[in-house]
């Protein structure tokens, strides 16, 4: 699988229209520029998280983490379409009972504003379309710009991320799904879940793009 690093980084930096994102041989699918070899060689998910609730559709494995990356750090959102757009046909058809809103998990505002945008945001965009859902992306504020949680210990991730959100309004649903890009330790997402549910919000899913195997 995707054994050729050098094809990825062809890939990412040189992709011309017509041709695969992953291995820039002609593109044979209609609505993402990809070949069918690659599409089904891709590192996807297919049941449900680790924990009842969780829902993911790529493992973060190459070539799906070199293009996250690309996106957020290279600001390639190019990139980030079409992750977002195979998200979408791949989860679409998994969500029994979508949720009546998705609130993608929110940057911190310095660091929104160096990057100039949310990566979140333009990964489940697509995917909310689908579904006819509301994205609530003002709905939570990063108070504070935490370090990453896969570096720290467990004691330590939950001192990471005491007093890391606020909600800003009043969420008026009962059912909502939390999404963010990567799903490593689950530290984040579950820690504004559990806000959410001392809010009154009864059920609260985790999404995500790539979820790391456990």
């Not at 559709?57 to 990139?79: C, M, N, R, V």
């Not at 998705?102 to 909310?128: D, K, T, Y």
């Not at 579950?190 to 919000?201: A, E, H, S, V």
Request: with cysteine.
């Amino acid at each position: 699988m995707f054994k050729v690093p050098k094809v990825i980084r062809q890939a990412i930096f040189h992709h011309k229209s017509g041709t695969c994102a992953f291995c820039l041989l002609p593109a044979t699918e209609r609505t993402v520029p990809i070949c069918a070899q690659c599409k089904t060689e891709l590192p996807w998910t297919t049941g449900p998280g680790e924990t009842v609730g969780e829902l993911s559709a790529f493992y973060y494995e190459s070539p799906i983490s070199e293009y996250i990356l690309a996106g957020k750090t290279g600001k390639q959102l190019d990139k980030l379409k079409i992750l977002a757009d195979l998200l979408a046909e791949n989860l679409t058809p998994r969500i029994q009972k979508p949720p009546q809103a998705i609130i993608p998990i929110p940057l911190h505002h310095a660091r929104l504003r160096s990057r100039g945008f949310n990566q979140a945001i333009e990964l489940v965009r697509p995917l909310a379309h689908q579904l006819n859902i509301p994205l609530l992306n003002h709905a939570i504020a990063r108070n504070r710009d935490t370090r990453e949680q896969k570096t720290l210990r467990a004691v330590q991730r939950a001192a990471n991320m005491q007093y890391a959100f606020t909600i800003n309004q009043t969420i008026p649903y009962q059912h909502v799904a939390l999404f963010d890009d990567v799903l490593t330790t689950g530290a984040t997402c579950k820690t504004l879940r559990d806000q959410l549910l001392l809010n009154g919000i009864k059920t609260v899913e985790i999404w995500c793009c790539a979820t790391t195997k456990q």
